[in-house]
């Protein structure tokens, strides 16, 4: 059973940088595609990032292209999401999610959604001020 433990979030200014960490526990994150979601306040839960297994492979939401970079450590087993140039609409419960069924990396085209994703960890809360 894989358990996922988000930490790193706080508060931070507008403009200012924030790295999350997402450490996986019970299986190698190499069998995963892990990503990063987040849901504002009053919002949906949406997606921001996504990896592949190798870590080759990458998905940035338009939203935050240019500012948000996903990465591993296969090391470590964690996932990173490293944010620059925060924004207050980026502020939120940012999660970390692992998908063990999918064997093809699906976000060419697409973007991830909550229901392919069986594992999640309970979030850490991002706060951007203005």
């Known amino acids: 059973q894989v358990q996922l433990a988000e930490s790193g979030g706080g508060l931070v200014q507008t403009g200012g940088s924030l790295r999350v960490s997402c450490a996986v526990s019970?299986?190698?994150?190499?069998?995963?595609?892990m990503a990063w979601f987040r849901r504002a306040p009053g919002k949906e839960r949406e997606s921001v990032a996504a990896?592949?297994?190798?870590?080759?492979?990458?998905y940035i939401a338009d939203s935050v292209k240019g500012r948000f970079t996903i990465s591993k450590e296969n090391v470590k087993n964690t996932v990173y999401l490293q944010m620059n140039s925060l924004k207050p609409e980026d502020t939120g419960v940012y999660y970390c999610?692992?998908?063990?069924?999918?064997?093809?990396?699906?976000?060419?085209?697409?973007?991830?959604?909550?229901?392919?994703?069986?594992?999640w960890g309970q979030g850490t809360q991002v706060t951007v001020g203005s």
């Open positions: 999610a692992a998908d063990g069924t999918t064997r093809m990396w699906p976000y060419t085209r697409n973007t991830p959604s909550e229901e392919e994703y069986g594992a």
């Open positions: 990896i592949s297994w190798s870590g080759d492979l990458t």
């Open positions: 019970g299986q190698t994150i190499n069998n995963y595609i």
